[in-house]
T-cell receptor, first 115, second 114 residues
Framework: GAVVSQHPSWVICKSGTSVKIECRSL??????MFWYRQFPKQSLMLMAT?????????EQGVEKDKFLINHASLTLSTLTVTSAHPEDSSFYIC???????????FGPGTRLTVT | GENVEQHPSTLSVQEGDSAVIKCTYS??????FPWYKQELGKRPQLIID?????GEKKDQRIAVTLNKTAKHFSLHITETQPEDSAVYFC?????????????FGTGTKLQVIP
């Protein structure tokens, strides 16, 4: 099946710094990638959707200047959390989907802790 | 936009019994309904999905039913085992491909008691 990797798997950073998370589709072309945030014991909340080569579409309430998303190729999307604060601590998960498929494939997630 | 409601939020069953999780959706244009199993700290894993042109789908101990008229769909797990314990999410989307985002339910924590 399709494989999506995510790096790093966990990261600790200090308040005010920026963190970049990478999401890669290893064996298929991901025309669309999604970024989710999941707080403990809660559901996945979609943050943004990005198509390769286009600007990301952010969900209501998600600050696009704080959560920078780049989908530069059909196999790579990045999420940069800028000026991170403790309230940004969460589990961030990406997923990827091909052009003509229904199913999305999830990365393993990144645990971000901001101190 | 789409809204997906999921019930119950927690479910405890004895090993060997059946478990049923129900979801409703709001957008009649949704045509793809996946179910995911998520273990603590892990990624969601697709366990079964159904498209709007099908009313029921079964895969071994797992089955999903869809009622388009009522806009609800259900997950049925038979002969539950301790390893079925996890959080289950239903979801709805329009597809295939493109920008069609997936809206998740709130999740059901299933506990199978040995």
């Amino acid at each position: 099946g399709a494989v999506v990797s995510q790096h790093p798997s966990w990261v600790i950073c200090k308040s005010g710094t920026s963190v970049k998370i990478e999401c890669r589709s290893l064996d298929f072309q991901a025309t669309t990638m999604f970024w989710y945030r999941q707080f403990p014991k809660q559901s996945l909340m979609l943050m943004a959707t990005s198509n390769e080569g286009s600007k990301a579409t952010y969900e209501q309430g998600v600050e696009k200047d704080k959560f920078l998303i780049n989908h530069a190729s059909l196999t790579l999307s990045t999420l940069t959390v800028t000026s991170a604060h403790p309230e940004d601590s969460s589990f961030y998960i990406c997923s990827a989907r091909g052009a003509s498929t229904y199913e999305q494939y999830f990365g393993p997630g990144t645990r971000l802790t901001v101190t | 936009g789409e809204n997906v409601e999921q019930h119950p939020s927690t479910l405890s069953v004895q090993e060997g019994d059946s478990a049923v999780i129900k979801c409703t959706y709001s957008d009649s244009a949704s045509n793809y309904f996946p179910w995911y199993k998520q273990e603590l700290g892990k990624r969601p894993q697709l366990i079964i999905d159904i498209r709007s042109n099908v009313g029921e789908k079964k895969d071994q101990r797992i089955a999903v039913t869809l009622n388009k008229t009522a806009k609800h769909f259900s997950l049925h797990i038979t002969e539950t085992q301790p390893e079925d314990s996890a959080v289950y999410f239903c979801a709805a989307s329009m597809g295939p491909g493109g920008y069609q985002k997936v809206t998740f339910g709130t999740g059901t924590k299933l506990q199978v008691i040995p």
